[in-house]
């Protein structure tokens, strides 16, 4: 997971499988902090299950959410209902 613009330590994160929510498991214990030509970001690796990413490519709308000490962000990886 990425979180640009940025420095923050990532806790946690989820996916939104057309409604089912899904908790991800942490792969790194610490969050990576760099910056880049003055782009900023934050970045942990996370897990999940084969099931998991089948249920991915079959979903008509998949989002993700991602946990900071200073709130939740989300965003859509598929919207098929978005307009």
Known sequence: M???M???AILDAQLH???KIVGLEPADLLTGQETNSG???STKGFR?????IEAITNAKRVWLRIETPTGTREDRII???RR
């Open 17 to 19: 499988i057309d409604g």
């Open 48 to 52: 999940t299950t084969l099931e998991n």
């Open 39 to 41: 782009v900023r970001t």
């Open 6 to 8: 940025d420095l923050v």
């Open 2 to 4: 990425a979180n640009f």
């Open 79 to 81: 919207d098929a209902i």
